[in-house]
């Protein structure tokens, strides 16, 4: 597509339960990201995707993150047991083989954890 | 690990003026990077610097890479309501092994008509 799109766009759910984030980085680009960010606040990394590589997991603040890549395209960013401190902005960002460090974000998902 | 710096935090100008924001790092960065990000909206690259001294302009906006690698500045001049929005300055270290950026506080900017 002619950017990165993700879904939903907004979630609002209940402590405790269990969320997935989707997103669909720019066709081409083998490389994908995950960023948190809270009110306020700057971009914090999660985890980084690069074609079949192992991910760099080194972001993710607890063993209740955790995403998946499949086919080397879209991506998943799972939250188990979700907790009120989890509320924020979820961010995703690709970039072109090489040129790791002009990424393009999506508009991210707004989670909201009641 | 690596933390920036980012200042003002907000800024409130009259259209028409120049703005100034900057960044300063506890170590050095290979790669600076200035974002725009508009509210519901993802950050969008509006300047990267990849050599220490290194000044590059879009447009009304400026920026450098510090001689040190450890700052950067970015400049708006002759201010437009469209400006507004939340600037982000971003590093990378490539000897870190990692391909993450490490992103600043944001600098909320306000433009008065």
């Known amino acids: 597509g002619a950017g990165v799109s993700q879904s939903p766009s907004n979630k609002v759910t209940e402590k405790g339960k269990d969320v997935e984030l989707r997103c669909d980085p720019i066709s081409g680009h083998t490389a994908l990201y995950w960023y948190r960010q809270s009110l306020g606040q700057g971009l914090e990394f999660l985890i980084y995707?690069?074609?079949?590589?192992?991910?760099?997991k080194s972001g993710l603040p607890s063993d209740r993150f955790s995403a998946e890549r499949t086919g080397g395209s879209v991506s998943t960013l799972t939250i188990q047991r979700t907790q009120q401190e989890d509320s924020a902005v979820y961010l995703c960002?690709?970039?072109?083989?090489?040129?790791?460090?002009?990424?393009?974000f999506g508009p991210g998902t707004r989670l909201t954890v009641l | 690990g690596q933390q920036l710096n980012q200042s003002p935090q907000s800024m409130f100008i009259q259209e028409g003026e120049d703005v100034s924001m900057n960044c300063t790092s506890s170590?050095?960065?290979?790669?600076w990077l200035w974002y725009k990000q508009d509210p519901g909206e993802g950050p969008v690259l509006l300047i990267a610097l990849y050599k220490a001294g290194e000044l590059t302009s879009n447009g009304r906006l400026t920026a450098q890479f510090g001689i040190t690698r450890k700052d950067s500045f970015l400049n708006i001049s002759a201010s437009i309501p469209s400006d507004v929005g939340i600037y982000f300055c971003?590093?990378?270290?490539?000897?870190?092994?990692?391909?993450?950026?490490?992103f600043g506080k944001g600098t909320k900017l306000s433009v008065i008509p």
């Open positions: 170590s050095i960065f290979n790669t």
């Open positions: 971003a590093g990378h270290y490539s000897g870190a092994g990692s391909y993450q950026l490490t």
């Open positions: 960002a690709s970039s072109s083989p090489g040129n790791y460090n002009e990424q393009f």
């Open positions: 995707f690069q074609g079949n590589s192992a991910p760099d």
